[in-house]
């Protein structure tokens, strides 16, 4: 135990060091802190309008005088207006052609302006007119509404993969270039060890990590079942990419090929995630990767209020994939120990 905290305390202290590592910790880190920035400004507050009345019929003053987050410019010449739009001093032209003839103009090229001005427009303009709607419609939101959590359980697993296929892999292969394996084959130290503590790094990395950016992220308002539940899928998760980690760098001749052979399994393992949600075909491919396992289970814990119970299949897996990479990692490790003997 005192040679493994030995091995440990070492990468600790040299992940301090290493730029990769400290660059693939605070990435994350800062990025899940801007998430919860967001939460502030999800929708924008003011908007920039411009009016073109041809008509002269009022509807600047009326859209001043109902919308309050709406500044509104008037605007002599359409060609003038639309040229404002595109510099993106407006976020929307509305020309008023006459009676009831409207003509919205709106950049396409901001989706989020985009979708929230042809709502707002449409039904000032509606009332303006003297349109009745045909129906009453509320709509309620339900659940987790905060980006902040929305983002985390893609930016989660993203993380814990990164740090365990690209991060492990590259610290246990550069054992090999530093020569520690040889200097390991004539101490009393075992082989094993050097595994153990490399894959016990890793799976601390991980929990610290991820740990920072839940709560960064208001995570500290979940409840002892839903903190129980994460803990169990992170630790679970951050075992298995820690375990093909290992293997990587063991079947890695050294560093460079490491991290060549990392970034081939790390994208096309995180890409069908990500897509999973176009069809039933990326999802029954997504299906056959442990990252879709963590994802689900993180959405289900995050934004559902899910625990243990909801999350059984999602564990079942992820433990499974632990216990194959595991063992596959300790097999290749002990022939490359007998052909170093």
């Not at 605070?26 to 309008?49: E, G, H, R, W």
């Not at 409207?102 to 929230?116: E, K, T, V």
């Not at 007119?129 to 129906?135: D, I, M, R």
């Not at 659940?143 to 893609?154: F, K, Q, T």
Request: glycine share 10%; charged share 15%; with cysteine.
């Amino acid at each position: 135990m005192r040679r493994l905290g030995a091995f440990i305390k070492k990468d600790l202290i040299e992940s301090t060091r290493n730029r990769s590592i400290f660059i693939a910790v605070l990435l994350p880190v800062l990025a899940s802190l801007l998430f919860s920035v967001l939460d502030s400004v999800q929708t924008p507050k003011q908007f920039s309008i411009g009016v073109l009345d041809q008509s002269d019929l009022g509807f600047a003053s009326f859209v001043e005088s109902t919308a309050l987050n709406f500044e509104v410019r008037i605007v002599h010449d359409e060609e003038e207006g639309r040229d404002m739009l595109a510099a993106g001093i407006l976020h929307g032209l509305v020309a008023v052609r006459g009676g009831s003839s409207f003509q919205i103009f709106l950049d396409s090229g901001r989706p989020l302006y985009f979708f929230a001005l042809k709502e707002n427009l449409t039904s000032l303009i509606e009332v303006y007119v003297g349109a009745v709607p045909a129906y009453d419609l509320e709509v309620v939101a339900v659940g987790e509404g905060r980006v902040s959590r929305s983002v985390l359980p893609v930016w989660i697993t993203v993380t814990m993969s990164m740090i365990g296929i690209m991060v492990v892999s590259g610290m246990f292969a550069e054992e090999k270039d530093s020569r520690t394996l040889d200097a390991i084959g004539v101490s009393p130290v075992g082989y094993h060890e050097l595994l153990i503590g490399k894959g016990v790094f890793g799976v601390v990395l991980s929990l610290g990590t991820v740990l920072i950016m839940l709560l960064l992220n208001g995570a500290y308002n979940m409840g002892p079942a839903a903190w129980a539940a994460v803990l169990i899928l992170i630790l679970c998760g951050s075992l298995c990419f820690t375990a093909m980690g290992l293997l990587i760098g063991v079947l890695s001749k050294g560093q460079s090929a490491a991290r060549s052979a990392a970034a081939i399994v790390y994208f096309p393992l995180l890409f069908p995630t990500l897509i999973s949600d176009l069809s039933t075909s990326t999802r029954l491919l997504a299906g056959l990767f442990p990252t879709y396992y963590l994802f689900t289970g993180l959405e289900s814990i995050l934004l559902h209020g899910g625990g243990l119970p909801g999350i059984w299949n999602e564990f079942a897996v992820l433990a499974g994939f632990s216990v194959l990479l595991l063992a596959a990692a300790a097999l290749a490790h002990r022939r490359m120990v007998n052909v170093r003997v």
